[in-house]
C-alpha cells in the first residue's frame, strides 16, 4: 500500500536551516508528483510547492521562493525540503502529500505524509 | 490568488443527521476544456494527516463510505454527510488545484450535538 513517511520533529533556532524528508513506498516514486503543504499551530494549510520526482524540476509558491528548495534521492525514493533563514512564524507541521494523477502536477492530494513538526524558537 | 471561503467555520450536528459544508471560491475552478472542477475536500482528525474524501468536486475517493457526496461547479460547492456518525467529528478542509499557488479553505470543525 501506499505510504509516505516522514522524518521526526525538529526544533531550531531562528536563522537556522531545516532538511525534512519523505520517504515513499507502494508506489512508483518517479510517476507522481509530490508537493509540500504546511499547517502552523491552529492555522491552516499552506501550499509551499512540488517538485517532480522523475526530473527533480520544481515550483515553489512566491512566499517561499529563495528560502525554499525542494529536491529527491530516487535511489531511495525520498524527498526533501529544505527551508533556509527561518523564523519563529516558520514553526508548523510540514507535510508531503502525493498528487493522486500520475505524470502531472496537478491534481489532488491522495496520501499524505503523517506530518513533521519544526519548532524555531529561541 | 483563489481564496477559498468556507461556511460555516463550525457545525455541531445530532447523530444520525445530515451535516452541510460551503465552500465558495473567488473564481471558478471549472477547467471548461474537460469540464472538470478542480476541487477536493478533506477530512483531519486531531494528530493525523489530510485524508481525501472528494476530488473532482464529487467523485468519491475509493474506500469513503457513501454517505460522503460533493457537489457543485464553478464557483459554489458543498460537502454533504447524510446521516452523521461518530467517527466523522473532525474538520472538513476544501482545495482548490485549479491554479498555483494552490489554496485551502479555512477549514469546518463539524462536531457532535
Known amino acids: 500500500q501506499v505510504q509516505l513517511v516522514q522524518s521526526g520533529a525538529e526544533v531550531k533556532k531562528p536563522g537556522a536551516s531545516v532538511r525534512v524528508s519523505c520517504k515513499a513506498s507502494?508506489?512508483?516514486?518517479?510517476?507522481?508528483?509530490m508537493h509540500w503543504v504546511r499547517q502552523a499551530p491552529g492555522q491552516g494549510l499552506e501550499w509551499m510547492g512540488w517538485i517532480n520526482p522523475y526530473s527533480g524540476d520544481t515550483n515553489y509558491a512566491q512566499k517561499f521562493q529563495g528560502r525554499v528548495t525542494m529536491t529527491r534521492d530516487t535511489s531511495i525514493r525520498t524527498a526533501y525540503m529544505e527551508v533556509r533563514r527561518l523564523r519563529s512564524d516558520d514553526t508548523a507541521v510540514y507535510y508531503c502529500a502525493r498528487v493522486g494523477v500520475g505524470a502531472t502536477r496537478v491534481g489532488y492530494f491522495d496520501y499524505w505524509g503523517q506530518g513533521i513538526l519544526v519548532t524555531v524558537s529561541s | 490568488d483563489i481564496v477559498m471561503t468556507q461556511s460555516p467555520d463550525s457545525l455541531a450536528v445530532s447523530l444520525g443527521e445530515r451535516a452541510t459544508i460551503s465552500c465558495k471560491s473567488s473564481q471558478s475552478v471549472l477547467y471548461s476544456s474537460n469540464n472538470k472542477n478542480y476541487l477536493a475536500w478533506y477530512q483531519q482528525k486531531p494528530g493525523q494527516p489530510l485524508k481525501l474524501l472528494i476530488y473532482?468536486?464529487?467523485t468519491r475517493e475509493s474506500g469513503v463510505p457513501d454517505r460522503f457526496s460533493g457537489s457543485g461547479s464553478g464557483t459554489d460547492f458543498t460537502l454533504t454527510i447524510s446521516s452523521l456518525q461518530a467517527e466523522d467529528v473532525a474538520v472538513y478542509y476544501c482545495h482548490q488545484y485549479y491554479s498555483t499557488p494552490y489554496t485551502f479553505g479555512q477549514g469546518t470543525k463539524l462536531e457532535i450535538k
Open positions: 507502494g508506489y512508483t516514486f518517479t510517476e507522481y508528483y
Open positions: 473532482w468536486a464529487s
